[in-house]
């Protein structure tokens, strides 16, 4: 077979591209003779042709070994989250606070689409998912990592759902002959998060086929907030010690007078908010003696932050193998088996107790109750964190033949495939409360003659109850305390959560080209695929009969299939003309039939034209879709406690307390929203002290998106090892798939009058709401459009060695998404600036190399942000204006984070690598809005200098 194409100029090429092609390049040559495959049947992401000329038509980013290699992270989202069109992770590890069966994976999420809107492959077949749809990319060992292309461009005509924000496709090593031994250790200078992997690969190449064992080992210890400037001292960081410190303390309180829970305004019983006192009990006091209770203050207020991770921790162990063989010259089998299993563990505050939340006062006769009525009581369990251990097992098995033949002359590829995937989720949870047991612990009591707390009265014990004494300080010990263990046994079920996700898929594929046409050959593909998904997720027993203090879910479990079919073309239109060297338009349309919602058609077309030969202009515009996913459509309720406004509430923006619809509801005009503790808010929005109700919605309809690009790649003649690319991009999104708020369902009800709104929301006596359901529905929309800029550039070699400069980045000049002013008419929300949506980011590496020796440099930039600002904070623009409604901002600067690693290739075939990442110890900008994390500094930054070391031996 002849090899086509082989004068491609490289220089055109994304130099990652390029380089990985130099080896390929040249086995093909030495083999075309062979019929062995060459490069041009090589198989791109983005397109199903085979070609050497697919790689320019779209902008992809192609990651090598040994860039990857030269970067101090030990997983693929970590080495993702920093490419410069990588949104806000998606559950960074500093959410401490997330919950649910996607809590503990990692998610890469272009452009701020959302991680569930940017598909991931491997080796061209899809990851198994969540039954949100999200694909976790712990599964994947770096060791097993051969490259791993971006396109950064809506597939969804190639690939189907998902695909709108772009694909991320991990190509794995295949045919390693030799051996590999790879040990990592790295640490933050603070001392703590441990991070250590082992790696192992293993290969055997013959004449025909080969196999490839990789086996990895990777433990990244957890990081606390106690331990880190910007959280140790509260929610406001260093300058506000105290802020945001909670009420509700580890060294409990009880009220004298109490608020009535049903009496309003004007009735009998009635206290004012305002009125309500608290009492602890004093340093070295006797919890029976009223008297020595204090009146609570600031000062006993608890910082849940120093029970809480500021950085989860993460377990993993990998065995992935591939083996090969080609069973003709024509034919050749594929198959790669992945076993994963993950761990993460998270650890938060204990839980902030309030009896009235729960209806369990401690009784007027317990053991414990000094008033000698029934108590309203507050406690922090701060004896017992919570804790969550989240497990994934992966398993995958995809096989594959493929081959190719010759017909009329011309040269077609085909591929059939399978793919199963199956992961299983176990999820085992301490430290929140049975309501079953503390209900018999808090009621009737007695102290035993042992001095045991015991349950019932000494007539009529309670068999295997211990009483609970919530007026116990922490660190004092006394009947009751909950630092008893067989106390806490009785409190303190362990909580298991389990579920399983299953894919499977069928797929079928053949390409080649059709005719000759004057510019070249028509090409095409062609194929064919059945999937289904299936998943369920069942929370444990307690969650879903919400007789616990946790937040209450119920079980999801759905499944769907779909079939789909695909064309793909590729025409050349001119060649070798003036100012046309070349000009190809690539079509493509996929038809997918669901089982559940039904059909769509997608279409993508795209051209490339290069007037001369170091210039390309290149663009597409392609349709997309996200089917909704299982939990979307088969979902469980969900509860969460949600800040919002109530503009009910005196004193905050757009009030309209007092008006029909608030007293309608029984709210008295001078209302204060109520936040955590029933405290009055002082800041907007505040969250509140109850749980609030979510669930999914069985019609929902697929998210639909468009999107375009258009862009250059310029490799100038006079100035050799120079490639500069520029790309804008746009995407519009529909009918997104959000939850409909709880301010647009308040905003309706009391401001707009649309009784219909009100139905979902309930309210306490004294004017705070107390329940709230609110679902899912296809009202979101969004657009973002920007540009990236490429530019690599490799200086002629000197006697002082070879260096070459990498210079990525990505200007955001619009991303809206659509809200509701405080008429509710619908508008479009810009929110380029805001933390996670910078408007630049930007990447410079510098490479060096002599000899044995190398070293890297890479300086990662993030502009400035702005958030809401809060009252008695900062605000550097108190009096801006968006979207004709009062919007004061608070602006923090931008930041550039440093990294640095030096190797030493050791004459007995090693390689020895150190390095830091954030070299300088930067420190971003304290945000009070806590975005994409737990605490006020931004998720998705740096929490230190990380130390490093690398080594890995070859045989």
């Known amino acids: 077979m002849k090899l086509r194409n082989s004068a491609i100029r490289l220089g055109l090429l994304p130099a990652g591209i390029a380089m990985a092609l130099v080896p390929s390049l040249a086995s093909a040559q030495d083999s075309a003779a062979a019929g062995a495959t ?9 397109s199903r042709i085979r070609g050497a000329d697919m790689e320019t038509q779209q902008p992809i980013l192609t990651m090598t070994r040994e860039a990857l290699e030269k970067q101090g992270f030990v997983s693929v989202a970590d080495v993702l989250q920093n490419l410069t069109s990588a949104g806000s992770p998606a559950i960074s590890r500093s959410d401490a606070l997330a919950s649910g069966e996607n809590v503990g994976g990692y998610y890469i999420d272009l452009r701020n689409l959302g991680a569930n809107r940017t598909l991931v492959l491997m080796n061209g077949k899809r990851l198994g998912a969540t039954t949100g749809g999200y694909q976790d990319l712990s599964q994947i060992p770096m060791s097993a990592i051969e490259r791993i292309e971006i396109l950064k461009d809506g597939a969804s005509a190639i690939y189907g759902s998902d695909a709108i924000a772009g694909v991320v496709n991990v190509i794995t090593r295949k045919r390693f002959d030799g051996a590999e031994a790879q040990v990592y250790v790295g640490q933050y200078g603070e001392g703590d998060g441990d991070t250590t992997q082992y790696s192992f690969t293993l290969g055997a190449e013959g004449e025909r086929g080969g196999v490839t064992l990789s086996a990895e080992y990777s433990k990244q210890e957890p990081v606390f907030a106690g331990d880190r400037w910007y959280s140790r001292s509260g929610s406001a960081g260093p300058d506000y010690p105290g802020a945001g410190f909670s009420p509700i303390s580890q060294n409990g309180s009880f009220c004298d007078p109490c608020l009535h829970p049903t009496a309003k305004a004007g009735e009998p019983g009635y206290v004012n908010p305002s009125d309500v006192l608290w009492y602890t009990l004093s340093e070295g006091g006797d919890p029976s003696n009223r008297a020595d209770y204090r009146l609570h203050t600031a000062a006993d207020n608890a910082n849940s932050n120093e029970q809480m991770m500021v950085s989860t921790g993460i377990e993993r162990k990998s065995l992935y193998v591939n083996g090969n063989y080609d069973v003709t010259d024509a034919i050749s089998f594929n198959a790669d088996v992945l076993y994963n299993e993950r761990t993460t563990d998270q650890q938060i505050a204990g839980y902030p107790y309030q009896s009235e939340a729960f209806g369990t006062p401690l009784a007027a006769d317990s053991a414990f109750n000094v008033l000698g009525k029934d108590m309203e009581f507050r406690r922090r369990l701060w004896e017992m964190p919570r804790t969550t251990e989240s497990k994934l097992k992966t398993l995958r098995f995809a096989p594959s033949l493929s081959g190719y ?19 299983e ?42 009483a609970w004494n919530p007026l116990l300080p922490y660190g004092v010990a006394g009947a009751g305390s909950l630092a008893d263990k067989a106390v806490q046994d009785f409190l303190f079920p362990i909580y298991n959560d389990t579920g399983v996700t299953k894919t499977t898929s069928f797929t079928a594929d053949l390409s080649g080209s059709i005719m000759t046409l004057p510019a070249g050959d028509l090409g095409f593909a062609v194929g064919v695929e059945h999937r289904k998904e299936e998943g369920k997720f069942i929370p444990d027993a307690f969650s879903q009969s919400g007789l616990y203090t946790g937040l209450a879910s119920t079980t999801t479990s759905g ?19 003036p100012f046309a060297k070349e000009l190809t338009v690539n079509m493509a349309s996929r038809y997918s039939d669901y089982s559940n919602f039904g059909d769509t058609t997608n279409s993508k077309i795209g051209f490339t034209w290069r007037p001369m030969d170091e210039l390309l202009v290149r663009g597409t515009f392609a349709e997309g879709f996200r089917a909704p996913s299982i939990d979307n459509l088969y979902g469980g309720t969900g509860a969460s406690f949600e800040s919002y406004t109530d503009p009910c509430s005196v004193g905050v923006p757009g009030s309209v307390a007092g008006n029909a619809a608030c007293t309608a509801a029984g709210v008295a005009p001078d209302y204060v929203q109520l936040g955590q503790g029933l405290v009055p808010c002082e800041d907007w929005p505040c969250q509140t002290p109850d749980q609030f109700i979510t669930g999914s919605n069985p019609a929902l309809k697929p998210e639909t998106s468009t999107s375009k690009t258009v862009g250059l790649v310029w490799s100038p003649r006079w100035v050799q090892g120079l490639d500069v690319s520029l790309d804008w991009f746009n995407y519009k999104i529909e009918d997104m798939i959000i939850s409909d708020s709880v301010d647009r369902i308040l905003r309706d009800c009391y401001v707009l009058g649309d009784a219909s709104r009100c139905g979902a929301v309930s309210r306490a006596g004294d004017g705070h709401i107390n329940a709230m359901f609110y679902g899912l529905a296809n009202l979101g929309q969004m657009e973002t459009e920007g540009y990236d800029l490429g530019v690599k550039y490799r200086l002629p070699e000197t006697a002082y060695g070879n260096v070459s400069f990498d210079w990525q980045t990505t200007y955001v000049a619009t991303y809206d998404q659509s809200s509701q002013n405080a008429a509710g008419e619908d508008i479009m929300v810009g929110y380029v600036g805001s933390p996670g949506i910078f408007r630049v980011r930007s990447n410079l ?16 930039y993030y502009s400035s942000m702005a958030e809401a600002c809060v009252r008695n904070r900062p605000c550097t623009d108190a009096d801006r204006f968006a979207n004709g409604e009062a919007a004061p ?37 304290i945000m ?8 006020p500094y931004y998720g998705g930054f740096d929490i230190g200098r990380f130390l490093y070391m690398k080594y890995t031996q070859r045989f």
């Open 38 to 46: 060459t490069l041009d049947r090589l198989e791109v992401t983005g």
């Open 405 to 423: 033949f010759d017909f009329a002359g011309r040269t077609f590829d085909w591929n059939v495939g399978a793919m199963w995937n199956r992961n």
């Open 425 to 466: 989720i176990a999820k085992s949870a301490r430290g929140d409360m049975s309501l079953l047991a503390s209900e018999q612990a808090l009621g009737t009591s007695f102290i035993d003659a042992n001095g045991v707390a015991r349950c019932g009265t000494a007539a009529s014990p309670i068999a295997g109850c211990y």
């Open 559 to 577: 499944d769907y299939s779909l079939d789909e079919v695909y064309l793909e073309l590729n025409v050349p239109v001119l060649a070798d003309l």
């Open 845 to 860: 590496g510098v490479n060096w190399n002599l000899g044995d020796w190398a070293a890297s440099w890479t300086a990662r």
């Open 889 to 925: 901002q608070r602006k923090v600067g931008a930041n550039t984070f440093h990294d640095l690693q030096v190797s030493y290739q050791a004459p007995w075939n090693a390689t020895i690598a150190l390095g830091a990442n954030n070299v300088f110890n930067h420190r971003g900008a």
């Open 928 to 935: 009070f809005s806590a975005p994409n994390s737990n605490f």
